[in-house]
């Protein structure tokens, strides 16, 4: 049921003007919905696209306990190809699943992607190249 969630969610947050930026399952039956536009989400945006999924979810008889739709933060989590495109030049945290030059954890710019490979400046200004299927966990690090 999850991906058929997910699926639904991607099909109609683009109408509404958002983007899906993540979906979970939460402990007892519930879904948090992580949506953004450009520009930003504001409360209104949260409470217009949590009741348009309550009637949908009615409606496509998806039963839940609990809907939150909330925006992702500062710490935006970076999950498809296209937020890496999006934010290049962002500052990033990235963790891998197996080791890249002997380490899971880095910290840099992101300076591209080719080929569904990361390019990610470190702050020593190298270059580390890490495929995206490598990616356990990728979120940008604000900046203040």
Partial sequence: MPMDVRLLLEN?????????VDFELTPGGG???????PGG????????????LTRL?????IDYDRLEVSSPGL???LKKEADYVRFQGSLAKVRT????EQQKRFMG??????????????EDG????????????ARLEPEF
Avoid: W
């Fill in 12 to 20: 109609t947050l683009p109408g509404l003007g958002y983007e899906l």
């Fill in 31 to 37: 879904f948090r919905v992580f949506i953004d536009k």
């Fill in 41 to 52: 989400i504001t409360v209104e945006d949260c409470v217009s696209t949590s009741n348009h």
């Fill in 57 to 61: 979810f009615m409606v496509e008889n």
């Fill in 75 to 77: 710490d935006r989590p």
């Fill in 97 to 100: 699943r197996l080791p890249v």
């Fill in 109 to 122: 710019r992101i300076a591209g992607i080719q080929d569904s490979v990361l390019q990610l400046q470190l």
């Fill in 126 to 137: 190298r270059i580390v190249a890490i495929p995206l299927s490598n990616i356990d966990k």
